[in-house]
């Protein structure tokens, strides 16, 4: 089972940035599966952003820190999960992750990760 | 968020037991999850629900965690164990939180 990222690596400040995450041998709709996003970055470390999952309809979960900026987007067509920021600042410059988790509040840890895209947000 | 320390560093000779600590309050009544991270690749189980190793994972690779304390043990530390280590926990309220990793020196 694999998640391959996709998305740009430059992004102007005050844009919006959106990531892919493509899932390879797991279906988005799992019923056991939660499907992850963080970011790394020298000043913040690793950082949990948030989280979708199917349980009959769909839950979200965001961090604090993103919640007004950020949405999470499941594509069952597609078996793609896309993370969508918007009003970027150079605040925002990291490495972004999608990863998997089990059942919410269960099985909460992190396996497997997406390779990672770098993403920079220029002033 | 639930603050989780790690040492910045442990160095080891090969061959010896590495020991990488992570303190947070009452951590022992929290499920501890431990990654590993090589120099430009993303992180990696090592460690989950404290002590359980997945699969691939060598069983030189050991986990506890009581008290303030979780604990990744790597005995017969190898060089190819270098790498930056983090634990993460999950809470109620803050959701999932990681440590400040540690990275691993074998020489």
């Known amino acids: 089972f694999q998640l391959r990222q996709s998305g740009p690596g430059l992004v102007m400040t005050s844009q919006s940035l959106s990531l892919t995450c493509a899932l390879l041998?797991?279906?988005?709709?799992?019923?056991?599966?939660?499907w992850n996003w963080i970011r790394q970055s020298p000043s913040r470390g690793l950082e949990w952003l948030g989280r979708t999952y199917y349980r009959s309809k769909w839950y979200y979960d965001y961090s604090m820190s993103v919640k007004s900026r950020m949405t999470i987007e499941p594509d069952p067509s597609k078996n793609h999960v896309y993370l969508h920021l918007k009003s970027v600042t150079p605040e925002d410059t990291a490495i972004y992750y999608c990863?998997?988790?089990?059942?919410?509040?269960?099985?909460?840890?992190?396996?497997?990760w997406g390779q990672g895209t770098q993403v920079t947000v220029s002033p | 968020s639930y603050v989780l320390t790690q040492p910045p560093s442990v160095s080891v000779a090969p061959g010896q037991t590495a020991t990488i600590t992570c303190g947070g309050n009452n951590i022992g009544r929290k499920s501890v999850h431990w990654y590993q991270q090589k120099p430009g690749q993303a992180p990696v189980l090592v460690m989950y629900f404290d002590d359980h190793r997945p699969s691939g994972i060598p069983e030189r690779f050991s986990g506890s965690n009581s008290g303030n304390t979780a604990t990744l043990t790597i005995r017969r530390a190898e060089v190819g164990d270098e790498a930056d280590y983090y634990c993460q926990v999950w809470d109620r309220t803050t959701e999932h939180d990681f440590g400040t990793g540690t990275k691993l020196t074998v020489l």
């Open positions: 990863a998997r988790t089990g059942v919410p509040g269960v099985e909460n840890w992190f396996d497997p």
């Open positions: 041998g797991d279906g988005v709709s799992s019923n056991s599966a939660a």
